[in-house]
């Protein structure tokens, strides 16, 4: 990727700022990037990428012994460039060196903790985060006048002062169900996640679900582009009303079209429906919102399935009605709740 990637609009593209945080940029490249990000303007824009940058890369960790040795290292190649230059002293060279490494070591450990601690206090000076708790749902009001309604155990990032005039760019973790808002810029809104994929929207309704397994995006209206990794392989997919698009461990796409979209963000109104839901898949709903175990001793028990639209405001009300539903028993011990077969 050349520094023509630096392009007229005096922006960056997301790509080459992800090389250059993640340490793969070019000479050149960093030069053009650390010209660009000095400017003022372009200040707020390369501080919010590089907050996406490190929100889905939640494994990359400052290694202060491999910065330490990389700093080494280079003190070293400027030493035996310098042997021309011979010692006045008779201190043995290696003590010399010891005291310039450790000097330079402590001077890297204080700089790697200034960055890190920046990182965070950046990160809480530009972004607004909401949570939700477990069993509890939220509906958050944006500043461009869209609306995201929040499931359990759930987070969105936003701004904390407003979108800017490019792009309107969130970070979701969980389950959120999105109604955005078009603007006469006709500026896109873009859904950021930690599962290798974003969604990229006008104005639209549409769910997202970044959960371990229920990864899925299911859209109700409008139209949107989703932006997906599969392998090493960047790839683009246009949804229409009506499809759901699902993802494997594997990260492969599966598409196909649902009836009742509407009926994946039902927990809104505090109703779950279900369509053949296996009582396995019931339990990875129970541990994702209420952060509560299902146990069930008996195997072929978690193939059952189980259909109809249930009304229920807390973990206690949908395991009893689904239990009395299905011919089921359960007792519960702390956060588990152990399912057995009525006889």
Known sequence: MAVNDLHMKNQVSKELLHNYFAGQSTALQKEAIDKWANDDANKEVFFEYLAMWESLNPQFNADSNEALQRHWQRIEQRTEANTAQPYASDEPMTGRLHSVRFRWMMAASVSILLIMSGVTFRNKLLFTTYSTAFGE?????????SRVTLNANSSLRVPRFGFGTENREVILVGEAD????????HQHFVVHTDKNFE???LGTEFLVNTREKGTKVVLNKGKVRLLYQEGKTRKQLTMKPGNLVTFDKDGCVNLKQTPKPQDFVSWKEHRFVF?????????????????IKLQIPDKALTQWTISGAFTAYSADELIETITSASNLTYRQQGNTIVITQVH
């Open 137 to 145: 749902t939220s509906t958050i009001n944006l500043s461009d006048g």
């Open 178 to 185: 999105f109604s955005i808002k078009h603007l006469p810029a």
């Open 199 to 201: 969604v990229v929207v």
């Open 275 to 291: 369509d053949e839901t296996t009582l396995a898949e019931i339990s990875s709903l129970f541990n994702e919102n209420y952060g």
